[in-house]
């Protein structure tokens, strides 16, 4: 199915199971642990050996030599795969760095081998038994040292500049100019990348944790060196992955060739000190923000400029992506620059572009209101913008920025909020409250799904999407019973594996509209097959009760799915629609925050997000969804931070006792609000994505909060006690 | 983790020798600690002898009037014990800010006293490491130092204690009972339990080799309002930057020690005449000598502050 003119009425718009906040169908199978994630499926192939990673001890030189004599003497080792023996390996086109380094190595924990045993303990204890002998070569490893070396790049992608930002900048009677850095991230998701591979003769079969069935499969190929159609991949349920599990990673590889080394299927998870090192991270930024306005609040001159670095061949963190498109302003500069840096491979990670980028500009946006003196929502609200403000002739397909700003400050109580700094005192907190915008885009990519209606009645969904906890069981169930008129528990999904039709995987927050949309246009072909099969006018037919009917006939659709039952297949795609209106998502952000006058423990006290993001298909899961994002932009603001050993080019703290995440105690009150929208313009469903919307904007919002609680403006996140003690007052 | 024999000792004298006959033998208790290390190789026993089935877990009134807590009692059951709850108040706090639920339901009182620094560079084994390895170097001077000492540190060593529980011990001026391999039994008192890294700092404590820990005692009650502040990024679940555990008489004297400043739980007797005077002048003793690095200066203020809030909070 084509998708180029805006959606009309249509099977979806009946909202009978769409839109409702219905329990996810696959609770129960996690809630009693049944849910089959990758480490744990003893049962798909007998015999399995486990695989232990081991990870370069250096960031960059050169493996001289590997000693494997002691790590082979260990009982129960099967083989261990290294560079040497490992055969020729390609490089997927999703990988910057390769999945198995040797001689080379190009990154801190890079994986340089694995050893393969009878148990998992055997292959750990043999992996500490393997000597390598190195040597270092010099890296690069400080961005903030390279910042100013970096030259405009095809790499880094083209600025882009509308009217004369520069002579409007230095003309504007208000000004703001100031520099602001993000650190690089871990997705730290729950469940540590792992696969299991087996091989029957040539053909490979993976069970694992992917969020990009296809991508993977083709990438796996790719590096393997064998056809696509010999590599089948499985990935039904996932333990979180946060754009960590987007690519295929060094787990799925070598899972590959222990099984084909050790000649009998391979399990591999990487431990935990691993992940942040051995896999991707979001990258650190530095942002120069430069804000020119009138002084009624107009601003007529927005600048963005982001520096990040990546390994060579990498890419750039899009942290001005948001810029081009949030605000008016005549005059408008956007720029990029990309370093190389020896540092682990950075990529996406939830929300890329936008978390960082908004973390950046939404406090500029508030520094630039408290200057004018205007409420930082009105000024937000007075330089809103209905059309891409690059492209005056191209209207975004739906933005309520403006509602969810004004509905915010109404449900949060935001003019009750003190203008001043430093003002308001509750026992031993000073509080403040901060306001930030959301702002994601909706990307839309083609998806495929196949149904199958059965002599029971029963609509079966195959779909190569993903639920990477997000939901997508229950919304795609939810279209599908929507589309053939069921109830929910006569529709089964089956997702995740390469055997079913791609879709468009679970990324951007894409995933929702486009694989939902996938199967609305595969359940418009059953209906059409299923009304024929019937004897019945296919325009005419509706479907609704479990039965098909038209011109006052009416069938069981076991009766009209005849013995065999009836299969249909067909995919989405997208024409220009994308091009004409830009399509986004937007939201705001409140939160309030408590700074402990004495220690200057920072503790969020209540937030809440409104959002714009078309149809919600799902109110209880994309609720999950929002408040989940909100906690991890909990964690960007306070606690989140990589840190780079300047010195060696890693990053030191790479376990879960060092790399903070929010806990449930710092996270009390919650809450969100859907705007009722529908947007014609992104896809039949109507909808948009919500998952990485919440996390947008929410750093910036909690760094606002933390101004207005103390008066003290940090512009490095994380934003911890120690850098505001100097501003405390006296205790 | 590399493979290891396993016994259950049958008392504490014998599992005392039983350490010093096995080289390379450690006692195990609850775990919590030590299985994560042996799993990252940076504990490598060959043999454990396991002292959960010691009958160390009872805590029991002194003839003195104080409480001896067994080496094996749990930091869940000696935060919860009646006694400790109220004429130890400040033990109580200082363990449930600890770790989780479930660790400290695991946690002994031993391992606890025992449990090894939180130094990012320690728990790397790619890195050299003095504590780790000694001889091989600190990663940790010229790199992150953010949550390490700031205070009793040396060139070999900026790494802290990272207990809360032996911070409220030390105010509180426990004594640790041992029995040795040869069956003699001593009392360290806390001060002289736990050393400062020196040249030596894989040496942690002044236990001699196959030395068990069978109980530690607090002496009699000392009144006082008993305040423990914890400062941490997160509201939980961590370790601390600074921790401080006070115990303020009424006439404004009392005892302050210090937790995430050191190698050892700190405290400086001298620097408690100037309670009254309040939290600058105490500190400004507590912290003579300090040698902060540029990441993790912020702790000297920040004990400061803590410390008159908590004051604050003591007196009203
Ligand atoms: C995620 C996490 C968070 C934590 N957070 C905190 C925190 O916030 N604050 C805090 O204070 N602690 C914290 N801890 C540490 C925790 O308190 C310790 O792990 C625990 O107290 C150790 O006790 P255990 O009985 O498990 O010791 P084990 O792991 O069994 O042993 C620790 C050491 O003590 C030795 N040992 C044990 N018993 C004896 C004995 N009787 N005589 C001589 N030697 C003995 C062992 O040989 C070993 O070297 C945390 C731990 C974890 C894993
Ligand atoms: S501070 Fe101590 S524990 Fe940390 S690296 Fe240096 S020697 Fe090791």
Redesign the pocket.
């Given at each position: 199915m084509k998708f180029d003119t805006p959606a009309t009425t249509n099977p979806i718009d009946q909202l009978k199971v769409v839109g409702k906040p219905v329990d996810r169908i696959d609770g129960p199978l996690k809630t009693t642990g049944t849910a089959p994630y990758a480490y744990e499926r003893h049962d798909v192939v007998p015999n399995q050996a486990y695989g232990h990673v081991i990870g370069s001890a250096i960031a960059k030189g050169r493996i001289a030599s590997i000693d494997l004599t002691d790590a082979r003497r260990v009982p129960g080792v099967l083989a261990i795969v290294t560079a040497d023996n490992a055969g020729k390996l390609g490089k997927g086109d999703y990988n910057t760095a390769t999945l198995l380094g040797g001689p080379e190595v190009e990154h801190y924990h890079q994986a340089i081998a694995l050893v393969v045993a009878e148990s998992f303990e055997q292959a750990r204890a043999a992996a500490g038994l393997v000597r390598v002998d190195y040597v270092r070569a010099e890296g690069v490893f400080d961005l903030a040292a390279i910042k100013d070396g970096m030259e405009p790049s095809e790499a880094a992608g083209a600025d882009s500049e509308v009217g004369d930002f520069a002579g409007a900048f230095a003309s504007a009677p208000v000004q703001l100019d100031a520099t602001y850095t993000t650190p690089d991230q871990t997705h730290a998701m729950m469940e540590p990348p792992a696969s299991i591979a087996a091989w029957r003769g040539d053909r490979l079969i993976v069970w694992t944790s992917n969020q990009m069935i296809d991508w993977t499969v083709g990438d796996l190929a790719k590096t393997l060196g064998i056809p696509k159609d010999r590599v089948t991949l499985a990935s039904p349920f996932i333990g979180g992955g946060f754009g960590g599990k987007l690519f295929l990673r060094a787990d799925t590889v070598l899972a590959a060739l222990g099984a084909r080394a050790a000649g009998r299927p391979v399990k591999v998870a990487l431990t935990r000190p691993m992940v942040a090192n051995n896999t991707t991270h979001r990258p650190a930024t530095i942002q120069r923000i430069r804000i020119g306005a009138t002084p009624d609040g107009r601003i007529t001159a927005i600048g963005h400029e982001s520096w990040s670095g990546n390994l060579e061949g990498g890419k750039p963190e899009n942290a001005i992506q948001q810029t081009r498109l949030l605000y008016a302003g005549a005059n408008r500069l956007t720029g990029k620059r990309l370093g190389v840096l020896d540092l682990p491979e950075g990529n996406a990670m939830r929300a890329p572009g936008e978390t960082p980028g908004l973390m950046a500009l939404e406090i500029a946006m508030d520094e630039m209101a408290h200057k004018l003196g205007i409420d930082p929502v009105e000024f937000r609200i007075l330089n809103d913008t209905q059309v891409d403000p690059e492209k005056a002739n191209r209207p975004f397909s739906q933005r309520q920025l403006v509602e969810c700003l004004r509905l915010g400050a109404d449900k949060f109580g935001w003019n009750k909020r003190d203008r001043r700094t430093g003002q308001t005192r509750d026992g031993r907190w000073l509080v403040g409250q901060g306001v930030a915008a959301a702002f994601r885009n909706n990307q839309v990519t083609e998806s495929a799904a196949r149904v199958r209606l059965d002599n029971q009645g029963i609509v079966t969904v195959e779909t190569d999407m993903t639920d990477i906890g997000t939901g997508s069981y229950t919304i795609i169930a939810q279209t599908a019973a929507e589309m053939i008129g069921v109830t929910l528990d006569k529709v089964v999904v089956r997702l995740g594996d390469s055997n079913f039709p791609v879709s468009a995987g679970s990324g951007g927050q894409w995933g929702a509209n486009c694989s939902t949309a996938g199967v609305y246009a595969a359940c418009v072909k059953l209906r059409e097959a299923v009304a024929r099969n019937a004897g019945l006018n296919p325009v005419e037919a509706a479907f609704s009760d479990g039965r098909v009917s038209a011109a006052g006939r009416s069938v069981t659709l076991a009766e009209a799915a005849d013995g065999a039952g009836i299969v249909a297949e067909d995919v989405i795609e997208f024409g220009d629609l994308a091009k004409k209106y830009q399509q986004s998502t937007f939201g705001a952000h409140y939160v309030e925050v408590g700074v402990d006058v004495a220690t200057a423990e920072i503790r969020v006290r209540r937030m809440l997000a409104v959002c714009a993001a078309g149809r919600i298909l799902n109110p209880k899961s994309a609720r999950s969804q929002v408040i989940g994002a909100m906690t991890m932009g909990v964690g960007a603001a306070l606690m989140e931070d990589l840190v780079v050993d300047k010195r060696h080019g890693f990053f030191i703290n790479h376990d879960?006792?060092s790399y903070e995440v929010p806990v449930h105690a710092d996270i009390p009150s919650q809450e969100v609000i859907f705007l009722d929208e529908t947007d014609p313009i992104s896809s039949p469903m109507k909808a948009k994505g919500v998952g990485e919307l919440g996390l947008c904007g929410v750093g910036a919002a909690v760094a606002n909060a933390i101004h207005n609680a103390t008066g003290v403006r940090v512009r490095d996140y994380p934003v911890t006690l120690d850098k505001l003690l100097a501003g405390m007052p006296e205790v | 983790m590399r493979s290891f024999t396993y016994e259950r000792a049958s008392s504490p004298a014998e599992?005392a020798a039983a350490a010093a006959r096995t080289s390379g033998a450690?006692?195990?208790?609850?775990?919590?600690?030590?299985?994560?290390?042996m799993k990252l190789e940076i504990?490598t026993?060959t043999h454990l002898i396991d002292?959960n089935g010691l009958a160390?877990d009872r805590i029991e009134a002194t003839p003195d009037g104080g409480l001896r807590v067994g080496?094996?009692a749990?930091?869940t059951d000696l935060a919860a014990d009646g006694r400790v709850r109220r004429d130890y108040a400040l033990l109580a706090r200082?363990?449930l800010?600890?770790?989780?639920g479930q660790?400290?339901n695991?946690?002994?009182?031993?391992?606890?006293?025992?449990?090894?620094t939180r130094c990012p560079y320690f728990y790397d084994t790619n890195q050299p490491c003095n504590k780790r390895e000694p001889g091989s170097g600190c990663s940790a001077i010229g790199g992150f130092t953010r949550q390490l000492a700031v205070i009793g540190t040396s060139g070999a060593c900026i790494a802290t204690h990272?207990?809360?529980?032996?911070v409220a011990m030390r105010a509180l001026d426990a004594t640790v009972e041992?029995v040795s391999p040869e069956g003699a039994t001593r009392a360290i008192p806390i001060a002289e339990f736990h050393r400062l890294p020196g040249d030596t700092p894989h040496v942690e404590t002044t236990?001699a080799p196959g030395?068990?820990?069978?109980a530690v005692t607090l002496p009699r009650p000392v009144g006082g309002t008993h305040v423990y502040r914890?400062v941490r990024d997160r509201a939980s679940?961590?370790?601390?930057l600074v921790s401080v555990a006070a115990i303020v008489q009424r006439d404004g004297s009392g005892r302050v020690a210090l937790g995430g400043v050191a190698h050892k739980p700190w405290r400086v007797e001298a620097a408690e005449a100037d309670m009254p005077r309040g939290a600058k002048a105490v500190t400004a003793g507590l912290l003579a000598g300090a040698q902060p690095t540029h990441e993790n200066a912020f702790k000297l203020p920040l004990v400061e502050r803590t410390l008159a809030a908590v004051l604050t909070e003591a007196r009203s």
């Open positions: 879960l006792a | 599992a450690k006692f195990i208790a609850g775990g919590t600690n030590l299985l994560d290390l504990e026993p002292v160390l080496a094996l749990r930091n200082a363990l800010a600890g770790a989780s660790l400290r695991k946690a002994t009182t031993a391992g606890n006293l025992l449990q090894r990272p207990s809360d529980m032996a041992t236990l030395e068990l820990i069978t914890k679940y961590a370790f601390a």
